[in-house]
């Protein structure tokens, strides 16, 4: 079984601070992603990485950056936390190829203060 | 541009009834369909996908789709649901020969009540 790891579930930050989110996956998925969830909205795509070193922005990028220095590992960093940023985050990963399902993390749920 | 829709936000029904949720999506070109299931807390898991072949796809827990291509739509249907499929269902697409992204519907709460 694919396990993806989020190392908060709950984080409190106040507003400015830098803010880093952390995913570990084990089965050598070629492709992560970070979404954010808020109600009434659904899932919405931050970031995602193909490949180690390789990003792409997602829908929502603005004020978010991410790094992936390793294959197994997917960081959500927040440069400036702000209030907005309040949110529920997934982590999810995926083999090479559209058909492919993702699997995700049991999300960390950010309040910025 | 791609998009799904989920009409339905909420879903209450009484246990043991039959459910269909709803999911339509607009896409000129061959598609992926998931159904994903996010229960209280938790991240989501895959229910069912659908990639090609025959239009009725069977997934865990006696849930099942079926891909209307003329209607472009995939609803979720199960025969008798039970207390502990209350959450949130997400109906996904993803696009042949676009970037490897996955577009989500907003969600719908099933609520089965006793």
């Known amino acids: 079984d694919v396990k993806v790891t989020q190392s908060s579930r709950y984080l409190v930050k106040r507003t400015g601070e830098k803010v880093f989110l952390e995913c570990v996956q084990d089965m050598d998925h070629e492709n992560m992603f970070w979404y954010r969830q808020d109600p009434g909205l659904g899932l919405r795509l931050i970031y995602f990485?193909?490949?180690?070193?390789?990003?792409e922005k997602g829908d929502i990028p603005e004020g978010y950056s991410v790094s992936r220095e390793k294959k197994e590992r997917f960081s959500l960093i927040l440069e400036s936390a702000s209030t907005n940023q309040t949110s529920m985050y997934l982590c999810a990963s995926r083999l090479q190829g559209l058909g492919s399902p993702l699997h995700f993390g049991n999300g960390t749920r950010l309040t910025v203060t | 541009a791609q998009s799904v829709t989920q009409l339905d936000s909420q879903v209450p029904v009484f246990e043991e009834a039959p459910v269909e949720l709803r999911c339509n999506y607009s896409s000129s070109v061959s598609v992926y369909l998931f159904w994903y299931v996010q229960y209280p807390n938790q991240g989501l898991q895959l229910l069912l996908k659908?990639?090609?072949?025959?239009?009725l796809v069977k997934g865990i827990n006696g849930f099942e789709a079926e891909f209307n291509k003329s209607q472009t739509s995939f609803h979720l249907r199960k025969p008798s649901v039970h207390i502990s499929d209350t959450a949130e269902y997400f109906c996904?697409?993803?696009?042949?020969?676009?970037?490897?992204?996955?577009?989500f519907g907003t969600g719908t709460l099933l609520a089965v009540q006793p």
């Open positions: 990485s193909y490949d180690v070193k390789m990003k």
């Open positions: 996904a697409v993803s696009v042949r020969g676009a970037t490897n992204k996955l577009i």
């Open positions: 659908y990639l090609s072949g025959s239009t």
